[in-house]
């Protein structure tokens, strides 16, 4: 091989080694804080409609068909 091709051949050869991390995906680690924070997230939007619509008392929870339900909680007042 030319002198001429074996620089630039061997740095493209180290270019590519050098960046086939990024061909990979995103780790296990990655992907389980990415759906963490977006089940948080969710559950944010959740809240914030839930009193957005009923006021601030109101609750949410998921039903078994994962149906946001809203509800007023009952607020305890201190005797007198």
């Known amino acids: 091989m030319k002198p001429a091709l074996t620089w630039p051949l061997a740095t493209l050869i180290a270019l ?7 061909l990979d995906g995103p780790s296990d680690i990655e992907r ?18 839930c009193k957005k619509l009923m006021g601030d008392e109101a609750v949410h929870h998921w039903s078994r068909e994962n149906q946001l339900r ?6 305890r007042g201190v005797g007198i």
């Open 70 to 75: 809203c509800a007023v909680q009952a607020s």
């Open 32 to 49: 389980e804080q990415h759906i963490a924070d977006e089940a948080a997230r969710l559950e944010l939007e959740a809240a914030r409609l």
């Open 16 to 22: 590519a080694l050098a960046s086939a991390h990024l």
